[in-house]
């Protein structure tokens, strides 16, 4: 990625924030003076995030979410989402989830163009946000901090700590701080913990430790770091995460990345765990019978065994709405 891009990037931006101003104010005619563009009431609250204080509307009408991850918390808040970028930079074009059902047609949401030289800032000043939601977990979470300031010049802009351990955390935030919903948090949390209680009831775990690996299309594995996310999870099932990362020191992929690159040969080496869950990046692009004609998978000891599973590849970090389908997967792959 190239890091030379921000102060090349910060005219274009002032310039065409200026431009926009501009003409909002010669359109405004009548409009009453204490709506502005700071969401629907005028009314605005402070956010504490990763990059200072950071005052955001109250109500706002406009939001533009610059992580694909963090889009079904909105939805699930009802908060309107004007935009947001594909899941994954190479895609020209995005697709919405099926777990978001009719929410990103009742709000009209657009994907914006992305790449992995960074965000399309042209494009985000025009959809006229009041508010960005950036950062969390990824690649999408790098790139926000590079852009901070940039964006920051658009619109009022919040970034998700990307060291928060799991959905939870990342819910909280958003709920919470950004737009004042402890009811709409709490009701998420209670479901998923009435249904996590429901499940590890129901099944029968299997030998453990326990490790999670994605899979990159090029067939490179990253290990999950213990204590993040899905291996958070599945320890709440039952499950015991293998600490291979605390065991050999691995560092993140990225500054403050939560996955490890292994070598085929530390796979072999140090991956002994008695169950694998596999899954893709960004896509589905391995299985474990795929990955079975391969020498350094097929000797691992959860190969041998038969106790080796694949996960979707948006299990590696989910959020509420993904968190209850897994759930619905381990019941019916394990449930007694």
């Given at each position: ?5 921000r102060?090349l ?35 605005t609250?402070?956010v ?13 009408e406009?939001v ?51 790449s ?13 946000p ?19 300031e ?9 970034l998700?700590?990307?060291s ?57 594995p ?27 020191d691995l ?14 040969e ?8 008695e ?12 299985s ?12 691992l ?19 509420y ?16």
């Amino acid at each position: 990625m190239s890091h030379n891009t921000r102060g090349l990037r910060r005219p274009i931006v002032a310039a065409l924030t200026l431009m926009m101003a501009a003409t909002a104010a010669c359109s405004s005619g009548d409009a009453d003076p204490s709506a502005g563009a700071s969401g629907g009431t005028g009314e605005t609250r402070v956010v504490s995030t990763p990059e200072g204080d950071v005052e955001v509307p109250s109500d706002p009408e406009r939001v533009v979410v610059l992580n694909y991850a963090l889009v079904g918390y909105l939805y699930e808040l009802d908060v309107p989402v004007t935009a947001t970028i594909p899941e994954d930079a190479s895609q020209a074009s995005g697709e919405f989830s099926e777990m978001w059902g009719d929410h990103p047609a009742e709000d009209g949401t657009e994907f914006l163009p992305w790449s992995a030289d960074g965000f399309d800032l042209e494009a985000i000043l025009a959809t006229d946000p009041d508010l960005i939601v950036a950062g969390g977990w990824g690649f999408p979470g790098f790139q926000a901090e590079e852009a901070y300031e940039d964006l920051s010049a658009i619109a009022p802009t919040v970034l998700v700590d990307r060291s928060y351990a799991d959905w939870r955390d990342q819910a909280e935030f958003l709920a919470v701080d950004v737009f004042d919903d402890r009811g709409g948090f709490d009701e998420m949390v209670s479901t998923y913990e009435d249904r996590v209680a429901e499940v590890a009831g129901s099944i029968e775990v299997p030998p453990q430790p326990t490790s999670f690996i994605s899979v990159t299309a090029d067939g490179a594995p990253y290990v999950l770091f213990e204590g993040t996310g899905l291996p958070l999870m599945f320890d709440e099932l039952g499950f015991r995460t293998n600490d291979l990362v605390a065991q050999y020191d691995l560092a993140p992929y990225q500054p403050g990345g939560d996955m490890a690159e292994l070598s085929t040969e530390q796979l072999g080496q140090m991956v002994d765990s008695e169950t694998l869950f596999i899954m893709g990046f960004n896509a589905d692009t391995t299985s474990v019978s795929e990955l079975t004609d391969t020498p350094a998978w097929r000797n691992l000891p959860a190969f041998v065994n038969g106790n080796a599973y694949d996960l979707p590849y948006w299990a590696l970090r989910h959020d509420y709405n993904e968190a209850l389908a897994l759930l619905d997967m381990v019941q019916e792959e394990f449930g007694r």
